[in-house]
């Protein structure tokens, strides 16, 4: 059964810093769509950032040059590092996966696994 648990998120300020994690265990495919979505309070979710087996790398266009997505296969581990951070930032981040590879960011692009979120917040 794949998993997925996401650390790191917290309270900062404006222009501060924060690298959230995502921890995947049980995932047995070759081919995937990772990715970090968040979800302000009142607001649809949105993808934020994604990787895919391809190496290919997607950002929405509000964090390009502030974002960075990267993984650790060793470690099964996703990361999101977070610079700059603006009050609109403020959401619950999720981890999701899928195997599909490719397009991840689409619009209602399907993910089948997703983890519990973790509460990012900035005050200005």
């Known amino acids: 059964q794949v998993q997925l648990v996401e650390s790191g998120g917290g309270s900062v300020q404006a222009g501060g810093s924060l690298r959230l994690s995502c921890a995947a265990s049980?995932?047995?495919?070759?081919?995937?769509?990772m990715a970090w979505f968040r979800q302000a309070a009142g607001k649809e979710r949105e993808g934020v950032a994604a990787?895919?087996?391809?190496?290919?790398?997607t950002y929405v266009d509000s964090v390009k040059g502030r974002f960075t997505i990267s993984q650790d296969n060793a470690k099964n581990t996703l990361y999101l590092q977070m610079n700059s951070l603006k009050p609109e930032d403020t959401a619950m981040y999720y981890c999701?996966?899928?195997?599909?590879?490719?397009?991840?960011?689409?619009?209602?692009?399907?993910?089948?696994?997703w983890g519990q979120g973790t509460q990012v917040t900035v005050s200005s």
């Open positions: 990787i895919d087996s391809d190496g290919s790398i």
């Open positions: 049980g995932y047995r495919y070759s081919t995937y769509c």
């Open positions: 999701a996966a899928d195997i599909e590879s490719g397009d991840c960011l689409t619009a209602d692009r399907y993910f089948a696994y």
